[in-house]
Each structure stands twice: as C-alpha cells, then as structure tokens.
T-cell receptor
Framework: AQTVTQSQPEMSVQEAETVTLSCTYD???????LFWYKQPPSRQMILVIR??????QNATENRFSVNFQKAAKSFSLKISDSQLGDTAMYFC????????????????FGQGTILTVHP | KAGVTQTPRYLIKTRGQQVTLSCSPI?????VSWYQQTPGQGLQFLFE???????NKGNFPGRFSGRQFSNSRSEMNVSTLELGDSALYLC??????????????FGPGTRLTVL
C-alpha cells in the first residue's frame, strides 16, 4: 500500500518570502502521479499543482513549483512571493496507475501542513 | 463551468439514524470519488464510481454505501450512524475516469455531526 508523509504539521512565512513544504511517499509502482492540494479555512479543496512520475521536468504553476526527486521518493512544494491568500492547509497526494484497478479514483493523502502567511 | 456541488452542506443526526449525501460533478465528468475527512484520521478514500459502477472501494464498513446515477450524480449513504462518523465528507469528480491519473476536483463538502 502506498503511504504519504508530510513531516511538518505547521509552517509559517512572512508575506513575499519563499517557503518549502515537504512530502515523502512510499510506493512500489514506477508510474504514478503526485499532487498538491490546498484547503483554505473555507474548506474548498483546490488543486495547486500536479506531477507525472515519468516526467523528469519539475512542474511549475506561477508562484508554485515542485522539487520531484523520484529516487528519493520526495515531492516538495515551493511557494515563492508568499501571499496572505496562501494561508491554508496543504495536502500532498498520490495516485497510482497499477493495472489491478485498485487505483481508480483513489488519492492517498498525507496528514497535511498548515501554512500561515504573516503580513 | 459550474464546480462540484454537494448537498446538504451541514447535517446533524443522532446515533442509529441513517443519512444520504449528494454530489453533482462538474458537467461532463463521469467519475466521482468520495472521501471522509476527520482531524484524527485525515483524508480517507471511501469509494469511486464511474458510469454507475463502483470501481474501487476503501476500507470502510458496509454501513457506508454509494451509488451513481445515469447523469453522473452520486449519493453516499451511511446507515446506523455512530459518533465516529462525524466528519467532513468530500466528493471529487474527474473528467473521463479512463485514466487513473485524472485530476480530481473537489466539492465544498458536507459537514456531518452525529450526536
């Protein structure tokens, strides 16, 4: 079974600074997909960024980028120029692609990191 | 395009009762997944439906069930409610469901409180 670990329960950063959230995972699969989701206090879960394991290039979405280290099974999220609106719980999530059907529609989530951006 | 909608947003029930939650996916999305979110256990996968068929199921007791209709709307039902079922229930939809890696888009959730 896959597991996802976020070792930082809470992080804080000053507005306009850069912060990195850590995520490690464990899987025996070679092809899989990784995601970062953001859940603000309003509770709506929002996709931040997605990475396909077969792609060597790290995904980037505006101020958000990832450092994907496949051999180390590490998938960290870097937020540049932090904004007050980035305050939220951030979840790292894994989706496998095995042929056995056990991956259909199933995201495995880490425990989350609460990020607070201070003015 | 409208996002994923869930009704009701809040529910209060008592132990032993049953409850039905509804999820309407993004138009054109055919896959719907359900998750339970609690402070202690985090986010846990309940089940996934595609074209009215349950394709995958998490490790939850049989009291948790679901179904999907021909218009892709989905419902989940919890029977004989227990205090531990108090949680935020999230549903997520994805486009075709053919690819296991389809990105999931989440609804706002239904907050269930069991007294």
């Amino acid at each position: 079974a896959q597991t996802v670990t976020q070792s930082q329960p809470e992080m804080s950063v000053q507005e306009a600074e850069t912060v990195t959230l850590s995520c490690t995972y464990d899987t025996s699969e070679n092809n899989y997909y990784l995601f970062w989701y953001k859940q603000p206090p309003s509770r709506q879960m929002i996709l931040v960024i997605r990475q396909e394991a077969y792609k060597q290039q790290n995904a980037t979405e505006n101020r958000f980028s990832v450092n994907f280290q496949k051999a180390a099974k590490s998938f960290s999220l870097k937020i540049s120029d932090s904004q007050l609106g980035d305050t939220a719980m951030y979840f790292c999530a894994f989706m496998g692609s095995n042929a056995g059907g056990t991956s259909y529609g199933k995201l495995t989530f880490g425990q989350g990191t609460i990020l607070t951006v201070h003015p | 395009k409208a996002g994923v909608t869930q009704t009701p947003r809040y529910l209060i029930k008592t132990r032993g009762q049953q409850v039905t939650l509804s999820c309407s996916p993004i138009s054109g999305h055919r896959s719907v997944s359900w998750y339970q979110q609690t402070p202690g256990q985090g986010l846990q996968f309940l089940f996934e439906y595609f074209s009215e068929t349950q394709r995958n199921k998490g490790n939850f007791p049989g009291r948790f069930s679901g179904r999907q209709f021909s218009n892709s709307r989905s419902e989940m039902n919890v029977s004989t409610l227990e205090l531990g079922d108090s949680a935020l229930y999230l549903c997520a939809s994805s486009s075709t469901g053919r690819e296991k890696s389809d990105t999931q888009y989440f609804g706002p959730g239904t907050r269930l409180t069991v007294l």
